[in-house]
């Protein structure tokens, strides 16, 4: 059974850093791809990053220069450091076992983690 189980978000100011963790169960954050993504209230879903089975990452263009990903292979984590935070930044944050929604194709989502920046 796959399980992803996200935690870390909370209230955090403009410019501020937070870092999201994503534990995997049923899958292997080594093996697999691992996509972090977001939704803001009234807005889509959209990508934030992935990291696929070879190490290779992506970045949306909103976040480059701002948000890392990475994994520790031992802990079957995934996560997302975030920094220079700002308003539009706010959102529920998932992770899922891929890097796109394809039709057709199984993907599991964690639960959310709400990240909220504000002063």
């Known amino acids: 059974q796959v399980q992803l189980v996200e935690s870390g978000g909370g209230l955090v100011q403009p410019g501020g850093s937070l870092r999201l963790s994503c534990v995997a169960s049923?899958?292997?954050?080594?093996?697999?791809?691992i996509g972090w993504f977001r939704q803001a209230p009234g807005k889509e879903r959209e990508r934030v990053g992935c990291?696929?089975?070879?190490?290779?990452?992506y970045y949306a263009d909103f976040v480059k220069g701002r948000f890392t990903i990475s994994r520790d292979n031992a802990k079957n984590t995934v996560y997302l450091q975030m920094s220079s935070l700002n308003s539009e930044d706010t959102a529920v944050y998932y992770c899922?076992?891929?890097?796109?929604?394809?039709?057709?194709?199984?993907?599991?989502w964690g639960q959310g983690t709400q990240v909220t920046v504000s002063s």
């Open positions: 990291l696929n089975s070879v190490g290779s990452k």
């Open positions: 049923g899958v292997t954050v080594d093996v697999d791809r």
């Open positions: 899922a076992t891929a890097c796109a929604v394809v039709p057709g194709i199984p993907v599991w």
